[in-house]
């Protein structure tokens, strides 16, 4: 399957700091990648899908605002936590999508568990 | 609201046995279907996906896909303890100009020797 990087991994910071998280896919070009948020037990829940090239499209009750989402390039998505609070702390995970003849899939990055103190 | 639904489990089945994981969906129109697994703390790992009826088998694991009662299911053939995880079903549906995922809750399956 394609592979997909996240990072970082785990990030621990104070409440109103502002936080990036970066995701790439390695062995392919992603025109499309997804960012979701899963809390304990929980389980997946769409944030918004990240275009290259144009304004990433947010899921109802996801604050555009907070959670900015830009798609520089093919292999790269970046999701920014602005002033980031405790109620924000949680699995974030993105995915890109591999198109190719006969299939039309998600791959998941590993991963990044922020905790906001 | 496009709806995705499985049992939570824990389902619990004797190592070598067929482990049978069951999803249901709403929207009539979802024409992509996948099974991901997911391991605590970790991120959800492609399994398999099906897009036609009836059964696709891909070494211990067989989907099974029936869009007359949308449903979908995964057969784990010969279960290991290494088994042992949080399924995941998730539908392709086409909503606001892009193809998404729509995710079920999951079920934990555990796989006891």
């Known amino acids: 399957g394609a592979v997909v990087s996240q990072h970082p991994s785990r990030v621990i910071c104070k409440s109103g700091t502002s936080v990036k998280i970066e995701c790439r896919s390695l062995?392919?070009?992603?025109?499309?990648m997804f960012w979701y948020r899963q809390f304990p037990k929980k389980s997946l829940m769409l944030m918004a899908t990240?275009?290259?090239?144009?304004?990433?499209?947010?899921e109802q009750g996801v604050e555009k605002d907070k959670f900015l989402i830009n798609h520089a390039s093919l292999t790269l998505s970046t999701l920014t936590v602005t002033s980031a609070h405790p109620e924000d702390s949680s699995f974030y995970i993105c995915?890109?999508?591999?198109?190719?003849?006969?299939?039309?899939?998600?791959?998941f990055g590993p991963g990044t568990r922020l905790t906001v103190l | 609201q496009k709806e995705v639904e499985q049992n939570s489990g824990p389902l619990s089945v004797p190592e070598g046995a067929i482990a049978s994981l069951n999803c249901t969906y709403s929207?009539?129109?979802?024409?992509?279907f996948f099974w991901y697994r997911q391991y605590s703390g970790k991120s959800p790992e492609l399994i398999m996906f099906?897009?036609?009826?009836g059964d696709k088998e891909d070494g211990r694991f067989t989907a099974q896909l029936n869009k007359a009662s949308q449903y979908v299911s995964l057969l784990i053939r010969d279960s290991q303890p290494s088994d042992s995880a949080t399924y995941l079903c998730?539908?392709?549906?086409?909503?606001?100009?892009?193809?998404?995922?729509?995710f079920g809750a999951g079920t934990r399956l555990a796989v006891h020797p």
């Open positions: 995915s890109a999508r591999d198109r190719g003849p006969g299939t039309d899939t998600q791959y």
């Open positions: 062995d392919f070009q992603a025109t499309t």
């Open positions: 990240s275009n290259e090239g144009s304004k990433a499209t947010y």
């Open positions: 929207d009539r129109g979802s024409q992509s």
């Open positions: 099906i897009y036609s009826n």
């Open positions: 998730a539908v392709g549906v086409f909503s606001g100009g892009y193809n998404k995922l729509i």
